[in-house]
């Protein structure tokens, strides 16, 4: 039985070519995976070292954040994303705070060929688990 899982996720298989193509607008820098849920009951439905090539639909940044936002069925944000980066004093979980402004001002950078490879997994707060 799986035991403290913080979140699941699909986590980014390569995260500095990912920064490559996409830099980072802030010092905290992130890139690592999207989460699926916080703090789950269980793994629900998730397929661990179950890989994808998922889309990445646009980006969205501020003075506070810098997020991918991407196509994935599984997540249950209303923005499913990647967290890029952070700036300072940004508000806890600011991502969806980000794009929701970000799409009612119009202000997402939408791409049409921009895919990322991720692998399924969960995380312990610790490690990251992509094999089951």
Do not use: C, W
């Not at 830099?23 to 661990?48: M, N, Q, R, S, Y």
């Amino acid at each position: 039985m799986v035991q403290n899982i913080k979140f699941t996720a699909l986590f980014v298989k390569d995260v500095e070519g990912l920064l490559k193509r996409f830099p980072p607008k802030h010092k905290k820098v992130f890139g690592h995976h999207l989460t699926i849920e916080f703090d789950p009951e269980g793994l629900g439905g998730v397929e661990v070292g179950k890989e994808y090539s998922i889309k990445i639909i646009g980006r969205a940044y501020d003075e506070f954040g810098d997020d991918l936002l991407v196509e994935n069925i599984k997540s249950k944000n209303k923005y499913p994303h990647i967290t890029l980066s952070r700036g300072e004093n940004a508000p806890k979980l600011y991502s969806q705070i980000l794009f929701s402004k970000s799409d009612e001002e119009n202000h997402i950078e939408y791409f049409n060929d921009e895919k990322v490879d991720v692998v399924e997994g969960y995380s312990d707060g610790k490690n990251d688990i992509i094999k089951s």
